[in-house]
């Protein structure tokens, strides 16, 4: 039997348009998410790239005294030990430092070395003798054990390649009862924000409990509060969340 090209064509657009029959496999749907080396899941949503040290594309967070509402909502207080997870060029820990006074400690943490050598100059030049610069690494940011009473993220969330070991050794570093303030956009991870309900999902399969969640005044976001997990999970029993399709 001889077919003509135009037929052949036609017949193969066919086969390769038609849903599969038996004995073949259909695409999976939902392929286990990855793992690192130590057994934590990856991200499985799209992860936003590190473009600068501050945040600063939004309406004016000074106006809006978005430093004043952090405070409030994470209920900081003189003599607490504050991290500032992704501090950047520090526009918190500048303001944390004289929130917590004399006998409290903030520590800036950030991957990006160079961000925190602007911040350490800036903060030996204003005197600030609470602030202490620490260097993390995406997935962990490398805080002394137990000691911390308040941590803030702040328009940061959405660039963390490893969240949930991120969040797990966060954890590892608050003291019982310590809680972590988010602060992010209500928009899809690879538009410099995070789905309230992604964000809940995430901060939950590591232990954590959500105490909060409500928008801050002048439009700048929203604050999410999370309270420490009494007990971390296995890395491996952590169960990744996926972003609603929309989000990804
Ligand atoms: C847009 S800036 C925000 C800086 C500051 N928090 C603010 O509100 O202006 C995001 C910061 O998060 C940092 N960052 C990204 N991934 C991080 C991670 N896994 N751990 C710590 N910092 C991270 C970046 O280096 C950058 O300094």
Known sequence: MRFSLPLL???FLLAACSP??????????????????????????????IVASEWSNGPD??????????????????GMAVADIGAGSGYHTLRLSPAVGASGVVYAE???????????????RRKLR??????????????????????????????IESPYALLWN????????????????????????????????????VGYKRLSHGPL?????????????AARPKPADIKPCKAPPAAR
């Not at 997935?139 to 328009?155: E, F, N, Q, S």
């Not at 009862?177 to 399969?205: M, W």
């Not at 005044?217 to 997990?229: Q, T």
């Open 110 to 124: 950030d991957i990006v070395e160079a961000y925190l050598s602007g911040l350490r100059r800036e903060a030996e």
């Open 130 to 159: 609470n602030v202490k610069i620490v260097v993390g690494t995406p997935d962990d940011p490398k805080l002394p054990a137990g000691a911390v009473d308040r941590a803030v993220m702040v328009h940061m969330y959405h660039e």
């Open 61 to 78: 967070r000074d106006a809006a005294d978005e430093s004043g509402q952090l405070v409030r909502g994470l209920e900081i207080k003189p």
């Open 217 to 229: 005044e002048g439009g700048i976001g929203y604050l999410a509060v999370f309270e420490a997990p």
């Open 20 to 49: 599969p029959g038996e004995g073949q496999s259909a695409p999976k749907a939902d392929a286990p998410a990855k793992r690192d080396a130590l057994g934590f899941p990856m991200a499985d949503r799209p992860v936003a790239g």
């Open 9 to 11: 064509a036609a017949m």
């Open 170 to 205: 966060l954890a590892g570093s608050l003291k019982p009862g310590g809680r972590v303030g988010v602060i992010d956009l209500d928009r899809p991870t690879n538009s410099h924000g995070t789905p309230p309900a992604l964000l809940k999902c995430e901060f939950e399969a």
